[in-house]
């Protein structure tokens, strides 16, 4: 079983980045996928990023790709999500999210994952 924490989350002006993390502990670290997703108000929780255990595979939302990059350090028990060019749009609840997995796999289907943090604000003024 594995604790995540989430921090980073914040105000920001459109155009400004944000660096979201998320920190694991209670398991190895690597025996997990990774992922990204938020909630707006209102809204369905959506997928944002993953990455698969050794951080050599990546999938991202249509609506963020170039301008987030989601990274992993599994010597720090660490996933963390850059977010540049952020848009108004963005403003939502951060979650990461874990998964056990065998091989090493990308999962964006929020279903799938079987850990979650308990979230941090993002908002992006206009």
């Known amino acids: 079983q594995v604790q995540l924490v989430e921090s980073g989350g914040g105000l920001v002006q459109a155009g400004g980045s944000l660096r979201l993390s998320c920190a694991a502990s209670?398991?190895?670290?690597?025996?997990?996928?990774m992922g990204w997703f938020r909630q707006a108000p209102g809204k369905e929780r959506e997928f944002v990023a993953a990455?698969?255990?050794?951080?050599?595979?990546?999938n991202y939302a249509d609506s963020v790709l170039g301008r987030f990059t989601i990274s992993r350090d599994n010597a720090k028990n660490t996933v963390s999500l850059q977010m540049n060019s952020l848009k108004p749009e963005d403003t939502a609840v951060y979650y990461c999210?874990?998964?056990?997995?065998?091989?090493?796999?990308?999962?964006?289907?929020?279903?799938?994952?079987?850990?979650w943090g308990q979230g941090t604000q993002v908002t992006v003024s206009s």
């Open positions: 209670g398991d190895i670290f690597s025996k997990y996928a």
């Open positions: 990455i698969s255990r050794n951080g050599g595979s990546t």
């Open positions: 999210a874990a998964v056990w997995t065998i091989t090493v796999t990308v999962i964006v289907g929020p279903r799938a994952y079987d850990y």
